[in-house]
């Protein structure tokens, strides 16, 4: 097997001293599509968080594109989407210039964008569905706007990781599923992804493999392998009814009578 | 005419003026990113802090404006620090910084009240005493700032509006608001001479929050609350001339004047948007 592109390798990590994901054993290879699973505050963002340097680690090692991360330096050539935190509707920033941030690392030309950048800019806004609102400023853009607009930034480096947390929540199911093509375009074009979600049925069960983490890795591989009643009752603390119609997997709660197939927060 | 070239016939005003211009458009500029970062009051913190170097310095023989220099950048990393520590919001790092800094100078100054030490120039100002050093240090200063604002806009903007984004997409924002924060106290110790520790929070918070009123884009933003903020002391400069009031209240009166003018005009523009959408949809 090549060298994974990103590695944890026993990765205690947390905040001010409180580990909130201990002793995670994870290898991504270039050009994977993982999902992460958890409940709320199960540590989903926290392992992001250790790849971006932005929590601390207390033991074990993430490596990245055969670099050590270490907590407090940046890190080259990923692109992140932060789970959504609206933006003031007044904050004088445009979405194109936005987007244009995430080449603020890597792009030479002092102080403006080149044209080609500011083109490559309009583009991915125009494949995002935000066509037309590159001179809107961001916070008067929807919830579902401003979160393709941040993917449209973690893409316009061509980074050969692309990190999500959260891409999917709040968003309607249009946007859910122009958000999942792209990733999966994206994917087939050679990027590696990994995102977060506590959506099992419509987000989860689609992605090629998943991890389930509850503080610390509870199963990890196909859906097919790992959605099951025993898994997932061990990752939520709660127990659920899993329907299997072909290759869908629906998970459902187990109460009786359950129409309900929302995801399990 | 007179009115606009009278003052010119004393040798002190074209230096007042030129001083005034440097560091109304210094800090202006700088104000946008300020209030973007809710610290509105650093200004005043930063200027505060100044007597916790001032009377130190003056009591022991060192020019006192290096004990400026060194209270302003040791305040502002601070401020910094204590900020980012969890628990602490940037406002109350501010407050705690500031006054404790100020508290510091006032206590040296008390226990040596049988040597004078004059507070007034900086608390409230002294134009007239500007001369041509100052103006090169003001203006060396708008100038080094202003080119480390263009090289680094990129990094710069992406911290400010969005430090956790920043960080993650290799920019090292813990450096760029440090570096920031040294920018603004270096602004402010070339600003005291002018205005005055008691209005400095005026001069960095008023013009950028005129140019907020109207614009949609940070470049545009920040050179138009430099312009407002030139023209502020522009016409304080004279109107502290003619009405002999000091110089730095007259430019801060210049500067809310606009705001409430933009302010007017800002309210009536959607009055008159609302108006117009009933209009058409009624
Ligand atoms: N900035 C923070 N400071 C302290 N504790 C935090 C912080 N962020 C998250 N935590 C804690 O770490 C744990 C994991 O959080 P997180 O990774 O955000 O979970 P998830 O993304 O799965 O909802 C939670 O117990 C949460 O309270
Ligand atoms: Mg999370």
Redesign the interface.
């Known amino acids: 097997m090549s060298s994974p592109i990103l590695a944890f390798d026993g990765v205690t990590a947390g905040y001010r001293g409180k580990p909130a994901i201990e002793a995670v054993d994870l290898h991504i290879q270039p050009g994977e599509l993982v999902g992460i699973v958890g409940p709320s505050g199960s540590g989903k963002s926290t392992l992001l968080r250790a790849v971006t340097g932005t929590t601390d680690i207390y033991a074990g090692t993430v490596t990245l594109h055969d670099r050590r991360v270490r907590a407090g330096h940046p890190t080259r050539d990923i692109g992140f989407v932060p789970q959504l935190a609206l933006v003031e509707p007044d904050t004088p920033l445009r979405a194109a210039d936005a987007v244009l941030h995430g080449l603020a690392a890597s792009s030479r030309r002092v102080p403006w964008y080149s044209k080609a950048e500011r083109a490559k800019a309009s583009a991915l806004l125009e494949r995002l569905g935000l066509a037309g609102y590159e001179r809107q400023p961001i916070g008067e853009l929807s919830g579902g706007q401003q979160q393709r607009l941040l993917l449209a930034r973690a893409m316009i480096a061509d980074s050969s990781l692309v990190m999500l947390d959260e891409p999917t929540s709040g968003v309607d199911l249009q946007t859910l599923q122009d958000i999942l093509g792209l990733l999966d375009e994206l994917n087939r074009a050679g990027t590696t992804i990994v995102l977060t979600t506590h959506d099992l049925n419509w987000v989860a069960a689609s992605l090629p493999r998943i991890v389930c983490i509850n503080q610390r890795i509870v199963a990890d591989g196909a859906p097919a392998d790992v959605m099951t009643a025993e898994v997932l009752e061990r990752t939520y603390g709660a127990s659920v009814r899993i329907v299997r119609d072909g290759d869908r997997i629906l998970v459902t709660d187990d109460r009786p009578h359950a129409a309900s197939t929302s995801e399990a927060r | 005419m007179h009115l606009l070239t009278e003052p010119f016939e004393f040798a002190f005003f074209p230096y007042a003026l030129w001083a005034g211009v440097f560091v109304g458009a210094l800090c202006g500029a700088l104000g ?1 990113f300020v209030v ?1 970062r809710r610290m509105s009051y650093i200004g005043q913190g930063l200027s505060q802090s100044v007597l916790g170097g001032v009377a130190p310095a003056v009591l022991s023989g060192i020019d006192p404006y290096l004990g400026a220099v060194a209270a302003t950048i040791v305040a502002g990393l601070l401020i910094n620090r204590v900020g980012r520590q ?1 628990g602490v919001r940037p406002d109350a790092a501010i407050g705690i910084v500031s006054t404790v800094l100020f508290a510091f100078g006032v206590a040296l100054v008390s226990a040596n009240r049988d040597r004078a030490v004059n507070l007034n120039d900086l608390l409230f100002g002294n134009i007239l005493g500007v001369d041509s050093s100052d103006i090169t240090l003001v203006a060396a200063t708008t100038a080094v700032l202003a080119i480390a ?3 680094f ?3 710069l ?2 911290t400010i ?2 430090a ?11 450096t760029v608001e440090a570096a920031f924060t040294i920018a603004l106290a270096a602004a402010v110790v070339v600003s005291i001479r002018v205005v005055g520790v008691l209005l400095i929070a005026a001069v960095i918070v008023i013009p950028a929050s005129t140019s ?1 009123l109207f ?4 470049g545009p ?1 920040v050179i138009a609350a430099a312009a407002l903020g030139a023209a502020a002391a522009v016409v304080g400069m004279f109107v502290s001339f003619h009405v002999e009031i000091a110089s730095g209240p007259a430019i801060v009166l210049a500067s809310g004047a606009g705001f409430a003018l933009a302010l007017i005009a800002s309210t009536l523009s959607s009055v008159l948007l609302v108006r117009r959408a009933r209009a058409a949809h009624a």
């Open positions: 946008v973007l969890h604002g263009f090289v806009w990129k990094p903007t992406f509006t969005d956790a984004g920043a960080s993650a997409h290799g920019i090292r924002a813990a907020r614009g949609r884009s940070l933003v």
